[in-house]
């Protein structure tokens, strides 16, 4: 089985998701399968799993997704984030467009 497609809708409010790989046994073959699966962690994917037919017997994360600010937060100092978003919160609610707040120029 290829790696599966998110299902963010239903996922989205739980945070992070994580890649999985997996080894399963097809209930209806017994074939063994090897494949890789996207879950919020591990007891969602032995439940998407279960749900295709499918009886878990290993499941490791592959890698955890770091967010959208991951290298934002690695390259910029806490204390320029801290200022850029004081200063970006006094523009705003000063009535600025944020495409003006933004401006560097």
Do not use: H
């Not at 097809?26 to 799993?49: M, P």
């Not at 934002?72 to 006094?90: G, M």
């Amino acid at each position: 089985m290829p790696l599966m497609s998110r299902n963010r809708s239903t996922d989205e409010r739980l945070g992070q998701w994580s890649a999985f790989t997996y080894v399963a046994r097809n209930n209806k073959t017994g074939e063994k399968i090897k494949a890789n699966i996207d879950a919020s962690d591990e007891a969602a994917a032995a439940k998407l799993l279960t749900d295709r037919g499918l009886s878990p017997l290993e499941i490791t994360v592959l890698r955890e997704d770091p967010g959208v600010f991951s290298n934002f937060k690695s390259r910029v100092p806490t204390k320029e984030r801290v200022i850029f978003s004081r200063q970006l919160s006094t523009l705003i609610n000063a009535g600025l467009p944020l495409s003006q707040s933004l401006n560097t120029s």
